[in-house]
């Protein structure tokens, strides 16, 4: 195989179709793009399930009554209930938290709004914090046992809270690859075009080749290199575009929420991990296309 | 060197075969006119040496290969033991005349310093030395013919196919582009060229194989173009 040769007829095939080229690297650098954007957020969701599985808890609220008078869970409705909650399996600690301790939290939480003023200690229930060794079938069991239970105003399962932020992130991402399928679509149906157009203004080219008897690979290569080419080109750009959406816009946009710890930041390192993935795509997809419009359209 | 077993070519569009139970033997370093009018299956004929399609009956052998059987991943090898000329040159405009003779060469792997030789050599033997660097467009029809003789012959093909080689040409301009048919067949390259050209069958005095309707009606070893002439 003459490489020197297949590298001129590549370049020279790109050259011609220039404008071609142009609109199917930045088609594919788009759907690239967005794919790489819905990686991102599987990802960043998969951390934010882990930051949250580590800290959720559920909290067992007491009645006012006994939120006032019990101070540290010494008596006997609130220490009967902690030592309900001890003895499961399922639970891995409890922790009671008085009135007064909520009120400062609460005092903290936010703290420089008319909200903290308010608010006094008694309208907070004291609760107890009971942390799960498995949040699925725990939480489920400390509803049970709890609600109904004297002294228990309602339980809270933070997973709930929780859940919705996740319900977003997964909304942002199922958006994302929905508009991926889509634009990839019109990528594929540009990338075959361009394989075919290429072929077309080259027949005269492929003609004299298959009659000197060149294999189907020296026919054939060129063009499938110009889609690879392309392919790669469109997942750098998408690479890059993505690194300069995070400094530009991620970041600022998600910077409150990550400060609080809400989510994880989105790092260069999870960029870098999307890249040779969109990379790879690209490439492949290019090829297979190529590869496809060749044995079908083309005759070669 | 080209056997042709009772081939038969039937084309689906068409209720008459395009070549009928057609058996020709051409030995090696042969030259040989392919006539006939038009529609009487030259081109078929020729497109079924190179492969382009397969027969519906019959068998083909060039050089030694059973061109029928012949599995699609060596159909390149048969093309490369045969050179081909046709009326249109079929030259790349874009390229140099060295550009033309050498494309062919490197699209079947040949190493960049043969390609380098082998160009001189074969435009020298056409005539055409000294205008390697000359455009397509730059040249009179034989000079074009000349180049796309000097592209087919290139490789050293066993067998050359002519398609009507001097259709687009003067008489004077065709008769040089036999001479130079003539001076490859000298090498040992069995020529075989279809026409219409009844002066340069008549001329040459070579075998004649004609085709009628797909029928073979004709096949003499010093002929002319019409019987009796």
Known sequence: MRSDFVIREVVTGLRRNVTMTVAMVLTTAISLALVGTGLLAVRTIDRTEQLYSDRVEVQVALTADVSTADTDCSQPVCSGLRSTLENSPLVASVRFESQQQAYERYLQLFKGQS???????????????????????????????????VGVRNVIDQRDVVSKL??????????????????????????????????????????????????????????????????????????????????????????????????????????????????????????????VTLRLYVRL | MIRLERVTKMYKTSTRPALDRVSVDIERGEFVFLIGPSGSGKSTFLRLLLREDVPTKGTITVADLDVAKLPRRRVPRLRQRIGCVFQDFRLLPNKTVGGNVAFALEVIGKPANTVRKIVPEVLELVGLDGKAERMPHELSGGEQQRVAIARAFANR??????????????????????????????????????????????????????LSMGKLVRDDVRGVYGVGR
């Open chain 1, 166 to 291: 996740f319900d977003f992130l997964s909304g942002v991402r199922n958006l994302t690859f929905a508009v991926a399928v889509v634009q990839a679509v019109a990528a594929l149906l540009l990338i075959s075009n361009t394989v075919q157009v290429s072929a077309f203004t080259r027949r005269v080219e492929v003609g004299v080749m298959r009659l000197v008897g060149a294999t189907r690979w020296y026919t054939q290569l060129p063009f499938l290199i110009e889609a690879v080419v392309t392919g790669v080109a469109g997942a750098v750009i998408a690479s890059l575009g993505i690194l300069a959406g995070k400094f530009l816009f991620i970041d600022d946009l998600l910077s409150g929420i990550v400060s609080n710890g809400v989510i994880p930041p989105v790092e260069v390192g999870d960029v870098l991990w999307v890249s040779p993935i969109l990379l790879m795509i690209g490439a492949g997809v290019a090829a297979v296309t190529g590869y």
């Open chain 2, 157 to 210: 093909p066993i067998v050359l196919l002519a398609d009507e080689p001097t259709g687009n040409l003067d008489p004077d301009t065709s008769q040089d582009i036999m001479l130079l048919l003539e001076r490859i067949n000298r090498t040992g390259t069995t020529v075989l060229m279809a026409t219409h050209d009844h002066s340069i069958v008549d001329s040459m005095r070579r075998r004649v194989v004609e």
């Open chain 1, 115 to 149: 909200l903290a003023e308010v608010v006094r200690p008694q309208s907070l229930p004291a609760t107890l914090r009971v942390r799960l060794n498995d949040p699925e079938a725990g939480a489920q069991a400390v509803r049970e046992a709890m609600v109904g239970q």
